[in-house]
């Protein structure tokens, strides 16, 4: 199993409401509560009705970014975020959602009234997985689908240490969550550990944090 495909199935079966984020006509984000009903492994599926605004900010602007969250308490919570390029499927695949989802059922009760719907696909992007209920923190990136026609190359966030480090420990003191490696010089950061909050970088003497 890819990493995407574990971590929307969590999303879908475990998660499944949303907080997603679209972009008005005037440039300004906008969000709204999305459940995503289904994933073939690579990406994900969810519906609107036409008549809805959202509908018209995912057509004339297809990118959004969703986050869901788990957990009795901040310090039990797991997060994703997934943000991407969404389009269009239509009608077809309402009944196949409907019946993955039956509550839909209670909303949209007649065939009549499932046909305002039409679905859409998150088909490329990127992915974060973000789990405070573990000692050190994890998180884990991804990426997912392919475009020939559109840029792939996921932006790399937090923190490395370069061919400056000095091996003083000065990093080592501060990280909230243990998370660099003082085994060779340069030290090294365990990213999928790091809460990137950059403290290493502010206490660094010779300059060899760097922001990825």
Known sequence: MSESEKHFRYLVEELHTTIMATVDEGGL???????????????????TAKGK????RLVSR???????LKGEDTMSSKALTVRGRVRELGYELIPELF??????????????????????QIFMGS????????RP????????????????????EGYVINDKCIGC???LTVCPQNCISSDDIPFTIQADHCLHCGSCMSVCPAGAVERR
């Open 29 to 47: 984000p906008v969000t709204a509560a999305i459940d995503i009903m289904d994933t073939d492994g690579e990406s994900l599926f969810f519906l």
């Open 53 to 56: 605004s959202l509908y018209d």
């Open 62 to 68: 297809p990118f959004v970014s969703l986050t869901a």
């Open 99 to 120: 019946e993955k989802n039956p509550y839909m059922k209670n909303i949209y009760p007649t065939e009549e009234s499932m046909r305002a719907l039409t679905a859409f």
């Open 127 to 134: 992915g974060e997985w973000f789990d405070l209920s573990k």
């Open 137 to 156: 923190i994890e998180r884990a990136s991804f990426e997912f689908g392919t475009d020939e026609d559109a840029e792939t190359e996921i932006r790399k």
């Open 169 to 171: 420990g000065s990093c």
